[in-house]
């Protein structure tokens, strides 16, 4: 069994290919495994092969899969040939994101890829329990010594704090989030706060999806795209879902002047709170990610045991040296690399 860094990753084994949140999907592969429904871990084209794979995902992943890309796939929970089987279990990243837990027949390895991931649990969110295995795939995207954030928990009480009191003072408040993720996170854990709800409409539209996938989520209304129209009463504050975006944003700019909107954004990136603010032009900040900072991703290795790992996404050079200081047998996985076998 061999790993390639092509087509994001992909196993080749003697007479078969799994391909792992593949850009293309190759007709030839004998099965795919995608771990969520991002865009960046999502085939790059909406265009329908002539033969699809059999997609190992959760249920969740294959329908939004079908809103995003507009053709379906076989969703299987798990597959199996005579040269490997793959499982999933939770990966705790976004509602329907999984890890793909994959056992090669022939050496009796298990290889772990772990796509975007967190171990925290947050809100309805399980967070991921790392698995024993010989090889390691991780994400690292906060792979860096410097992106240890706070406690979840912590960052979404001092969040409703912060919400409420702005509510109180009868100012509408902006809750910034990606549609797919952090977006329905927040009305979880925030919608209560306010009857008054507005989504824009990318979010609005997952809220819908997830309600019919049986997430329970605070019902709101669909931000009308025309501005104009746009007419909130003055002395009842609401709350906005609004996609996470830059400074100046003609929606939130408008809205902002007119009724004093306040703006809050939620990201890993608000660990640097001045300069995050700054580009989104908001009011108030907190650290919330939907990935494991650089802390838990060194509790997954060493829960995890690997012989090999390789780090993938966002700071995986800077993880696989630290890694690598540790005692680990670390390599970053750069696209373009013809195998993987050939650091061992």
Same mark, same amino acid.
């Given at each position: 069994?061999?790993?390639?860094?092509?087509?994001?990753?992909?196993? %080749?084994?003697?007479? *078969?290919?799994?391909?792992?949140?593949?850009?293309?999907?190759?007709?030839?592969?004998? !099965?795919?495994?995608?771990?969520?429904?991002?865009?960046?871990?999502? @085939?790059?084209? =909406?265009? =329908?092969?002539?033969?699809? @794979?059999?997609?190992? +995902? *959760?249920?969740?992943?294959?329908?939004?899969?079908?809103?995003?890309?507009?053709?379906?796939?076989?969703?299987?929970?798990?597959?199996?040939? /005579?040269?490997?089987?793959?499982?999933?279990?939770?990966?705790?990243?976004? &509602?329907?994101?999984?890890?793909?837990?994959?056992?090669?027949?022939?050496?009796?390895?298990?290889?772990?890829?772990?796509?975007?991931?967190?171990?925290?649990? =947050?809100?309805?969110?399980?967070?991921?329990?790392?698995?024993?295995?010989?090889?390691?795939?991780?994400?690292?995207?906060?792979?860096?010594? /410097?992106?240890?954030?706070?406690? &979840? $928990?912590?960052?979404?009480?001092?969040?409703?704090?912060?919400?409420?009191?702005?509510?109180?003072?009868?100012?509408?408040?902006?809750?910034?989030?990606?549609?797919?993720?952090?977006?329905?996170?927040?009305?979880? !854990?925030?919608?209560?706060? +306010?009857?008054?709800?507005?989504?824009?409409?990318?979010?609005?539209?997952?809220?819908?999806?997830?309600?019919?996938?049986?997430?329970?989520?605070?019902?709101?209304?669909?931000?009308?795209?025309?501005?104009?129209?746009?007419?909130?009463?003055?002395?009842?504050?609401?709350?906005?879902?609004?996609?996470?975006?830059?400074? =100046?944003?003609?929606?939130?700019?408008?809205?902002? %002047?007119?009724?004093?909107?306040?703006?809050?954004?939620?990201?890993?990136?608000?660990? /640097?709170?001045?300069?995050?603010?700054?580009?989104?032009?908001?009011?108030?900040? &907190?650290?919330?990610?939907?990935?494991?900072?650089?802390? *838990?991703?060194?509790?997954?290795?060493?829960?995890?045991?690997?012989?090999?790992?390789?780090?993938? &996404?966002?700071?995986?050079?800077?993880?696989?040296?630290?890694?690598? %200081? $540790?005692?680990?047998?670390?390599? @970053?996985?750069?696209?373009?690399?013809?195998?993987?076998? *050939?650091?061992?």
């Amino acid at each position: 069994m061999n790993i390639f860094c092509k087509n994001r990753v992909y196993l %080749k084994f003697t007479k *078969s290919e799994l391909l792992l949140d593949p850009k293309i999907v190759d007709p030839t592969a004998n !099965c795919m495994f995608i771990s969520h429904g991002h865009t960046d871990h999502l @085939p790059n084209s =909406r265009k =329908r092969p002539t033969i699809i @794979p059999p997609a190992v +995902c *959760s249920i969740a992943t294959a329908r939004i899969f079908l809103e995003r890309k507009g053709y379906s796939i076989s969703q299987h929970d798990s597959w199996e040939n /005579d040269e490997f089987s793959i499982t999933t279990v939770p990966g705790g990243h976004t &509602f329907d994101s999984t890890v793909a837990v994959i056992n090669a027949k022939d050496s009796g390895q298990k290889i772990v890829y772990t796509g975007d991931i967190n171990i925290e649990d =947050r809100g309805y969110l399980k967070g991921y329990k790392p698995q024993k295995c010989n090889i390691l795939i991780l994400e690292a995207t906060w792979g860096n010594r /410097d992106y240890k954030f706070p406690a &979840f $928990e912590k960052q979404i009480s001092q969040a409703r704090e912060y919400v409420q009191n702005e509510l109180a003072k009868g100012y509408p408040v902006a809750l910034l989030g990606y549609p797919l993720g952090k977006s329905q996170l927040l009305n979880y !854990c925030l919608g209560d706060l +306010c009857d008054s709800r507005v989504s824009s409409n990318s979010i609005w539209k997952m809220e819908q999806l997830h309600r019919e996938l049986g997430l329970n989520l605070y019902e709101t209304n669909q931000l009308p795209k025309n501005l104009h129209s746009i007419s909130f009463d003055k002395t009842n504050p609401w709350i906005l879902f609004y996609n996470h975006t830059r400074a =100046r944003d003609p929606v939130l700019s408008s809205l902002k %002047k007119k009724y004093n909107l306040k703006i809050v954004g939620f990201s890993g990136w608000a660990k /640097d709170e001045t300069s995050y603010k700054y580009r989104l032009g908001a009011d108030a900040a &907190f650290t919330i990610s939907d990935h494991s900072d650089y802390g *838990s991703l060194l509790e997954i290795v060493k829960q995890s045991q690997p012989e090999k790992i390789f780090t993938i &996404f966002g700071n995986a050079a800077d993880l696989a040296r630290d890694l690598q %200081k $540790e005692g680990f047998n670390a390599v @970053p996985l750069r696209e373009g690399q013809s195998t993987l076998e *050939s650091f061992f």
